[in-house]
């Protein structure tokens, strides 16, 4: 298995709604990322979860949770969003960053989020 | 902090014309990667660069690392309406924690049949 499984694909969601983002990946990565991304613009990364703890928190607002609970599965638990957080939601996977040999990022497809 | 610019923004080329894409970092990167994003799609590893001046070919892909580690460049010969998408460079500093990497601002290419 060499992807990373996110869902949903889509969302819509209410201001006051709360709802979470799921990504899975079996490849063995131990770096697991969460990044987003606007059109036309370059993923901008959120957290970043090294051997399941919180390593990077990029000042992201609270209404955004990260959850990593196991080496497999991360989840992002959002609530009271506002529509400029409307984007393209990806996790990302990499081997132990500090085997530079194998430091390629591995993406998910992305959840398209939608705040009305 | 660390920045990485990369020109230019767009490209349009005729069908069989080269392309190529730059990358330019404030800092020393201590390796670089690109990945390309088809429309609607979601980035995809292409390849990493780690030493100075090096040069990798991935068919009609050539990428290339600078002497300085400060600047790197992707060429596509005779390019295809299948290399359509967005190709981004990110790069890594000495010290960064757990693999954050900066990437440039993408280069949109478009190819004309």
């Known amino acids: 298995d060499t992807e990373v499984t996110q869902t949903p694909k889509h969302l819509v969601m209410g201001m006051t709604n709360k709802k979470s983002l799921k990504c899975e990946q079996h490849m063995g990565h131990r770096a697991m990322y969460w990044y987003k991304q606007k059109a036309k613009k370059p993923p901008e990364l959120m957290f970043v979860y090294s051997y399941e703890k919180l390593s990077i928190n990029e000042s992201v607002p609270s209404r955004f949770s990260p959850e990593c609970p196991n080496s497999s599965l991360l989840n992002l638990h959002l609530h009271a969003l506002q529509p400029e957080d409307s984007a393209l939601y990806l996790c990302a996977s990499s081997q132990d960053p500090r085997d530079r040999e194998h430091y390629g990022y591995t993406f998910g497809s992305g959840t398209r989020l939608t705040v009305v | 902090g660390q920045q990485v610019m990369q020109i230019p923004q767009y490209q349009h080329v005729q069908e069989g014309e080269d392309f190529t894409t730059y990358c330019n970092s404030s800092t020393t990167l201590s390796n670089i990667q690109w990945y390309k994003q088809r429309p609607g799609g979601h980035p995809v590893f292409l390849i990493q660069l780690v030493k100075s001046g090096e040069v990798k070919k991935q068919k009609r892909l050539t990428f290339q690392f600078g002497e300085a580690k400060k600047n790197s460049s992707l060429h596509i010969t005779a390019t295809q309406t299948t290399d359509v998408g967005t190709y981004f460079c990110?790069?890594?500093?000495?010290?960064?924690?757990?693999?954050?990497?900066?990437f440039g601002q993408g280069t949109i290419l478009t190819v004309h049949p």
């Open positions: 990110a790069g890594a500093t000495r010290g960064t924690s757990y693999g954050k990497l900066t």
